[in-house]
């Protein structure tokens, strides 16, 4: 079965620059999450998807950045601009309807801004 | 050893001793609990969880233990294998979101 697919794998780029974080979560599964992690925080909820609409986006560090989920297979995270700071492991993970199951991850997407 | 909660990152077992992973979680709402395994450059791997209605879960050489009381979780790793090198994260949650601890460190050494 596949399981949660992200992509790009890595991403390094010059600050100020868009960045694009892209998930695909397991077929049938109806929440999305997109989670950052960092040596120093761990990891941390960014924002969290329910039947495609945005529920809590209360862990989006700023404006800069932005996260859609425009049909129940396809998500994305973006930088806008970019800073130093975003440097962390993106991952995204994906959880189905019924109650007290574990969140599946993708292998993430290393993003290194430079 | 142990690792206690999330002040002590690294823990060094011997091939085919025993491990013991603890955590100590803060939300007393909470009522799921989960082990994830994550390996270099890859994601949180699920392990094993536990509801709050139980006190020890086993799977297959891991056995997850659950004190409500304490707010208390540990995992163990019988005849634990080099394969079993990873960092581990214990997560909690009480609606939807899960808090994750720092991680623990387990190395296996031959």
């Known amino acids: 079965d596949a399981g949660v697919i992200q992509s790009p794998r890595h991403e390094v780029t010059e600050m100020g620059q868009e960045v694009t974080l892209r998930c695909k979560p397991i077929?049938?599964?109806?929440?999305l999450f997109w989670y950052r992690q960092t040596m120093m925080r761990g990891l941390e909820l960014l924002i969290y998807f329910n039947n495609n609409v945005p529920i809590d986006d209360s862990g989006m560090p700023e404006d800069r950045f932005s996260a859609k989920m425009p049909n129940a297979s396809f998500s994305t995270l973006k930088i806008q601009p970019s800073e130093p700071r975003d440097s962390a492991v993106y991952f995204c993970?994906?959880?189905?309807?019924?109650?007290?199951?574990?969140?599946?991850f993708g292998d993430g997407t290393r993003l290194s801004i430079l | 050893g142990e690792s206690v909660g999330l002040h002590l990152p690294t823990l060094s077992v011997q091939e085919g001793d025993n491990s013991i992973i603890n955590c100590a979680y803060s939300n007393s709402a909470s009522d799921y609990f989960i082990w994830y395994k994550q390996e270099s450059g890859k994601g949180p791997q699920f392990i094993i969880d536990i509801r709050s209605n139980m006190d020890k879960r086993q799977g297959q050489r891991v056995t997850v233990l659950l004190n409500k009381t304490v707010k208390h979780l540990s995992l163990q790793i019988a005849a634990t294998q080099p394969g079993d090198s990873a960092v581990y994260f214990c997560a909690e949650t009480a609606v939807y979101a899960l808090n994750f601890g720092k991680g623990t460190s387990l190395l296996v050494t031959p």
């Open positions: 077929s049938g599964h109806n929440s």
């Open positions: 993970a994906s959880l189905g309807a019924a109650g007290n199951q574990p969140q599946h």
